[in-house]
Each structure stands twice: as structure tokens, then as C-alpha cells.
């Protein structure tokens, strides 16, 4: 499976909770590395530079992602949330975050791990307390597991992409259609 870090699900928390792809099967993990997380932070836009993560900062990070998801699939399905999760993201956020400067040419925000994951917390208690909460969706490709936010005209996205989940999903289809199409006989 490829290792590339993608952002299809329209803000951090959410990007950052997909970083454990396809939970429901294979459950492939994107942080296999602190330089696999530093790259996230990096790619994400979140800051602009992170001094060098440890392990233990991967594992505060894998900590801090599941309790994202938990807390995100909660709030889907009109659940209550689960008062450990609440608690890891609720400290993790109330640490000094990244903090972003004013340069002559515009901004520049340089950060430690630390302070990278409680900005993605951050993004997650203003997700999940903010006015997206009705557009959260899970990616109608039932492997992958991603939950976004549908932005589009009248709620109509079914998937977190078309490159990794949509043209799969139409193939499928099409070969289904087909199959149907031309009877049991043709099997
Ligand atoms: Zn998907």
C-alpha cells in the first residue's frame, strides 16, 4: 500500500484520524516512524517546520488519533463520548500549541512535535464543537473508513476521493451492472 500521506477530508483532525487506514480490515498504519509523522505535520500545513520527533511522540500521536476517532465516530452517531478520549484530546489541547509568526513576507510557524499535536487537537475540539459537525461522513467505500467533511451541493459526496475510493468503487459497479446484465449464464 502506498505510504504517501493524503488530505481529501477537509480539516486536520480528520486527516489526522485516517492516518490508521482501512480500520474495519487490514488497519494500516501511516505513523510507522517519527519521521513518517514529522512529514505529516509538514504536509499538512500545519506548520512550516518541526524540530525531530522521538517515539514517544509517535505514540503520543497514535494516542491522540485514536482518541480523535473515537471521539468523531461518537459524535456521527449521535453517541456520548467516551470520557477517556475526551480527556487525551482535552490535555492534549491544552498544551501550548504551534504558534504561527508574522514575517516581512507573510507567516511562518516553526513548532516541536508537541506543539504540532496540540494543534491538531485544537482542530479537533473546534471540529467537533463547530458548525461541520452535520457534514462529517464516512467514505462510502466501506475499506476505507475515512470520515470527511461533505462540503458539496446538497450533501451529495460519497466518497473521500475519487482516486483512492471513487474510480474503485464505479469499476465495481460497472462490472456488477454487467455481470447482471448478461445473466447467470455468462458467470
Ligand atoms: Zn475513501
Redesign the pocket.
Known sequence: MNLEHVFLCGNPALDFAATLRARRSVRFEMFVSPDRLDAWYLESGIVDTVSAGQHADVERAVALREAIYELVTARVAGDPYHGEALAVVNDTARKPPAAPQLTASGRRTDATSEEALSTVARHAVELLSGPDVPLLKE?G?PE?T?VYIDRSRGGRRQ???ME??GNKLKAAAYRARKRQAQGPAAR
Open positions: 467514505c467505500n476505507c475515512r466518497w473521500c476521493g483512492p475510493c
